[in-house]
């Protein structure tokens, strides 16, 4: 039991020490760097980049149908034989 306390207190003492060091303020300066660095590029989330990728698939889609649906118009009807005779 004492062990256990005398671990908890060193463990906080050192995360007392730690969290006013200036490894603690370099993570923080890291953080905010990266942070303002992404901030500035255009990204995306992947749900995002999914939603799109799915969007461009149907608009592809509708796309080709409306593509054969158009050389159907501008195709002229063959004749038929039976029309001929």
Do not use: I
């Not at 969290?19 to 603690?24: G, M, Q, T, Y």
Request: glycine share 2%; aromatic share 4%.
């Amino acid at each position: 039991m004492l062990r256990d306390k005398l671990k908890d207190e060193l463990s906080q003492k050192f995360s007392e020490l730690l969290a006013n060091s200036p490894a603690k303020d370099l993570e923080k300066n890291v953080k905010a760097m990266l942070g303002s660095a992404f901030g500035k590029l255009d990204l995306v989330t992947r749900e995002e980049f999914d939603v799109q990728t799915q969007v461009l698939a149907r608009t592809r889609e509708q796309l080709a149908a409306l593509e054969a649906r158009l050389q159907a118009l501008e195709t002229p009807p063959q004749p038929h034989e039976a029309d001929e005779a």
